[in-house]
């Protein structure tokens, strides 16, 4: 493996400081692109999970006791600051992760902005309550409390965005916060915690990389930590669910999907080909996002005329390769272990009698040749696979990457058992242009987020979360807070 000239060791946030690991180790940040060594992460332990849950622990009475207002001007000025780092922040993303730079840079982070300035607006709604008459020398009335100290662990698909989500809006109704990286991509956030931390009060904000196997027990199991929000593999959720059955603490995971893409023969088909291939799936991170729509199902009397529009949409603007370039429009598999994942599943679509309709290639050498410095980066090409049934391994596992799999229907009843017929319920898009099949499929289809005519048009206005295994809880300003019911005796 090359390595890279210069290696920047970058550092958790505990308590305002800047610290390596109690016992120095490290660990190397892989650049998907090309397979070298970038960065260096601290690998956290046991000693540093107790140093940051102190330090939130005391720094909350003193934010959770500032005004909504002034919580909201310093979320405000965080907002603001991304106007200055939102350019370094987006280049250590895609150096991270392989999210081509003018998705990171154009679509990211002014996604990040939004999010800090909503959570702001949401800052004054967090402690309100009801009143509630109760009799003539009654006065019942209801208040939201902040909950302390809350745990966000972030998956390496989308850690900036996974970060600002969690942060945000848990920081604006009065809790400190703790952000767990995922170890194969933490460099963006363990920089973006250094340039919190210029903003924000000590202990306010901490941020600690680790392995998730070594410190994610402990940090999730701390008497310190009241609340934990997971965005990351039913694995892990369930490992979280097991960690505080003893001592529960409320919950929210944001986990994985097998998201349908539905075409009727009603819809405008041009919009939809490009709504489910560039814009559904093979996306500027690779695929690699959970509601990617990785089940595309066409009604029988379009499917052919489909497939070649299918095509055309996703190949004709492909340009894989170098992740730094504005003009690369799609980038490598995340780290090593997804990318062997995801080739394995393509050889497993072609035995479980796959037809492959394009794609179907992976290797830096095959898909970037004459390019040796991408040679070692793990690269998956877009791959579209024909399958005539649902009930194979590559539809119903979460492949998570630009694999998709495409299936005919002949009626709307079939195209609604289709899409259900999964474990998971994160995202399902319908193009039709007949309103009523659109509100009948709103209402069928067992998905947290549904579009129509549309495809991850993710709002900040707007909940986000799954069904089913696809997890529970939103990352929303209430979920921040516990509600508390109290009587006024006046008689
Ligand atoms: P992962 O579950 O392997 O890791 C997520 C995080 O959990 C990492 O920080 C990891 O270190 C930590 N972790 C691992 N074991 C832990 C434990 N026992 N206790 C506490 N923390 C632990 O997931 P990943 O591979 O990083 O991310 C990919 C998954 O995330 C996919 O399934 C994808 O669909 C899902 N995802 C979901 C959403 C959503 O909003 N629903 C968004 C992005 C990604």
């Given amino acids: 493996m090359a390595i890279t000239k210069e290696i920047k060791q970058y550092q958790n946030l505990i308590n305002g400081r800047l610290l390596t690991s109690s016992d120095d180790r490290t660990m190397d940040a892989i650049n998907p692109a090309t397979g070298d060594v970038w960065a260096k992460i601290p690998l956290s332990t046991i000693e540093d999970v107790d140093a940051a849950v102190t330090a939130a622990r ?8 500032l005004s909504a207002g002034e919580r909201a001007e310093y979320l405000r000025r965080i907002a603001n600051v ?13 150096k991270d992760n392989g999210w081509v730079i003018r998705e990171t840079i154009y679509g990211l982070i002014p996604v990040l902005k939004q999010i800090w300035y909503d959570a702001a607006g949401a800052a004054s709604v967090a402690s309100r309550g009801e009143t509630v008459p109760l009799g003539p020398t009654s006065f019942g ?17 989308a850690p900036l965005f996974t970060f600002t989500l ?13 952000i767990k990286p995922s170890e194969l991509a933490a460099v963006g956030s363990l920089r973006y915690g250094e340039i919190l931390a210029e903003i924000l009060p000590p202990g306010v904000l901490n941020v600690i990389s680790g392995l998730g196997s070594e410190i994610g027990d402990s940090l999730v199991a701390h008497k310190g930590v009241n609340r934990v929000s997971l965005t990351g593999s039913g694995r892990t959720a369930r490992a979280i669910v097991q960690s505080t059955a003893r001592d529960p603490k409320p919950l929210t995971l944001e986990l994985g999907g097998k998201s349908p893409n539905i075409v009727f023969e009603d819809a405008d088909l041009n919009k939809a080909a490009e709504g489910i291939t560039t814009n559904g799936i093979f996306t500027g991170n690779a695929g690699q996002i959970c509601v990617g729509g990785s089940r595309i199902l066409i009604q029988q009397s379009i499917f052919d ?3 070649t529009l299918m095509k055309a949409k996703t190949l004709e603007p492909l340009k894989l390769g170098d992740t730094m370039d504005f003009t690369s429009t799609m980038g490598p598999i995340a780290n090593q272990a997804q990318y062997e994942k995801v ?32 040679s070692n980066g793990y690269w998956v090409e877009p791959t579209l696979i024909q399958v005539d049934k649902n009930s194979y391994r590559i539809c119903q596992e979460e492949i998570f990457g630009p ?7 002949e009626t709307e009843e079939e195209a609604i058992e289709i899409a259900n017929d999964t ?9 039709t242009t007949n309103l009523g099949r659109a509100q009948r499929m709103i209402k069928s289809l067992e998905s947290g987020n549904v579009w129509v005519n549309t495809y991850r048009r993710v709002g900040v206005e707007l909940p986000f979360g799954g069904f089913k295994e696809s997890g529970f809880g939103k990352d929303s300003i209430l979920e921040n807070t516990r509600e508390k019911a109290c009587v006024i005796e006046i008689g």
Avoid: H
């Fill in 166 to 178: 969690k942060a945000a809006y848990a920081l604006a109704a009065g809790n400190t916060v703790i």
């Fill in 423 to 431: 474990a998971y319920g994160l995202g399902a898009g319908v193009w």
């Fill in 58 to 65: 005391t720094a909350f009475p003193k934010w959770a006791a």
């Fill in 403 to 409: 694999v998709a799999v495409v299936i005919p229907f």
């Fill in 141 to 157: 009335y209801t208040i939201r409390e902040p909950l302390g100290v809350v745990l966000g662990i972030i998956p390496w698909n």
């Fill in 82 to 94: 991304l106007d200055t780092y939102g350019q370094e922040l987006a280049e250590l993303e895609t």
């Fill in 343 to 374: 080739c394995s599943y393509i050889d497993l679509g072609v035995q479980e009698g796959g037809k492959i309709i394009f794609g179907g290639r992976y290797g830096g050498e095959v898909l970037l040749p004459g390019q040796p410095q991408f």
């Fill in 305 to 307: 005329e489909m497939l």
